[in-house]
């Protein structure tokens, strides 16, 4: 399986590009989000790879950074959405603006995304919210609590989430505020999301 892909970038096309590594061109499919990311050939790349083998094909998946990468593997084990939606929904929504739109029950925020309806919003919110905050911790987003108190744990999810450093140390600030000093991590990130949510 290739996992992770570094040459140059040989084309970029309409939902995928070709990236030539020693001589051989990989065609891969990306999201708008990470084509943008992209240099203009024939400047060096890499890209994180996720590979899709079927019998009749096999396809690459890239990701310009980690968590959109971990967030397409998140929506692909949802029933009813293929690799493809998954992109879709990556270009529409960086990985914060879905982690939060989730967080938030906001189907509105979701169906923005051509090919999502408001049955499929309903079942991505339903399914993934209560496997959001595990995967972040099996992603390794949220660190061993020896590493610091809650608050600094729920920061560090919230960033490698994809927010900035700054609004989420604010929004967490104002969780810690409302619950409490013995306020649990994972109630602080919930809580934390819904408001960067609005």
Do not use: H
């Amino acid at each position: 399986m290739i996992a992770r892909l570094a040459g140059r970038v040989a084309a970029i096309e309409d939902g995928r590009c070709v990236l030539d590594v020693g001589g051989v061109g990989y065609l891969v499919q990306a999201s708008t989000r990470t084509l943008a990311a992209l240099p203009a050939p024939p400047e060096p790349a890499m890209l994180l790879i996720e590979t899709q083998v079927r019998e009749d094909a096999i396809t690459l998946w890239g990701f310009a950074e980690p968590a959109e990468r971990d967030w397409f593997r998140l929506l692909t084990a949802i029933q009813g959405v293929g690799a493809r939606l998954a992109l879709i929904l990556l270009s529409a929504l960086a990985p914060a603006e879905l982690a939060a739109a989730i967080a938030g029950a906001d189907r509105a925020r979701l169906t923005r995304a051509p090919g999502v309806g408001a049955k499929l919003a309903a079942r991505l919110i339903s399914e993934l919210r209560e496997k959001t905050l595990p995967a972040a911790a099996a992603l390794g987003t949220v660190p061993p609590a020896a590493r610091g108190g809650a608050a600094a744990e729920a920061v560090s999810a919230l960033v490698n989430l994809g927010f900035r450093a700054p609004e989420a140390e604010a929004a967490v600030a104002r969780s810690l505020a409302r619950g409490g000093a013995g306020t649990r991590v994972e109630t602080l990130i919930a809580d934390s999301l819904r408001e960067l949510a609005r």
